[in-house]
């Protein structure tokens, strides 16, 4: 079940790396997120009242609930055209617990694909954090295009992988392909867009600038 949630995660990191990236109007974008933040808030939920109090299961569950607040959150930001800085902050406690999840990926549940795939959730939602938090105006493209590649790379391939049976096959291979992935495209990306930034957008404009995954 959780697959399915992964799938539509990959969907609303797309459509609102776009959004910050300028292709998508703001309020356009909130329904989105609303559907996949309720998504995320069922798919654990259900995952951990069927747990029978397995540990790793309810641990594995309660990380999805990272992302259907900060989705909730973003819909709510762009309906109700709230100040950023509180999912600023929010967002920062998410890039904290998702490196913990990292950690936990790699040496607790032996998955090193999920491993990376939490490490760069950090990195996004750390981002997310400057962004909003900080208001590092500068970083809104980059982090958009990172937040829309992340869209497909961390969610919608892995769910198809998931989905198929065919990820335990390939994790290994997903976790070097996607370390290596990460440092050239990310890189490679931050030299040619930084600094392309220069005016301070806020969540409540139309354009939709400034609000994360």
């Not at 762009?78 to 800085?85: G, I, K, Y």
Request: with cysteine; hydrophobic share 55%.
């Amino acid at each position: 079940m959780g697959s399915v949630g992964l799938l539509f995660v990959g969907a609303v990191l797309f459509i609102n790396g776009a959004m910050l990236l300028g292709w998508v109007k703001g309020k356009s974008a909130a329904p989105m997120n609303f559907f996949v933040g309720g998504l995320q808030i069922i798919t654990p939920t259900y995952l951990i009242f069927t747990a029978d109090g397995n540990a790793d299961t309810i641990l594995s569950a309660a990380g999805l609930y990272l992302f259907a607040f900060t989705y909730l959150y973003v819909g709510l930001n762009l309906t109700f055209d709230l100040d950023s800085t509180g999912l600023g902050y929010f967002c920062l406690f998410v890039f904290v617990s998702a490196l913990v999840y990292s950690g936990l990926n790699f040496f607790h549940f032996n998955d090193p694909g999920f491993g990376v795939i939490w490490l760069y959730w950090a990195f996004l939602w750390l981002l997310f954090f400057l962004v909003l938090g900080l208001g590092r105006d500068s970083l809104g493209r980059y982090t958009g295009a990172v937040c829309a590649i992340q869209g497909w790379v961390t969610a919608w391939i892995p769910a198809f992988l998931l989905l198929t049976g065919r990820y335990a096959d390939y994790a290994t291979l997903t976790a070097i392909v996607l370390a290596v992935f990460g440092v050239v495209v990310f890189g490679a990306l931050y030299v040619r867009m930084r600094g392309h930034d220069t005016t301070p957008v806020t969540p409540a404009e139309p354009d939709g600038q400034h609000v994360p995954a």
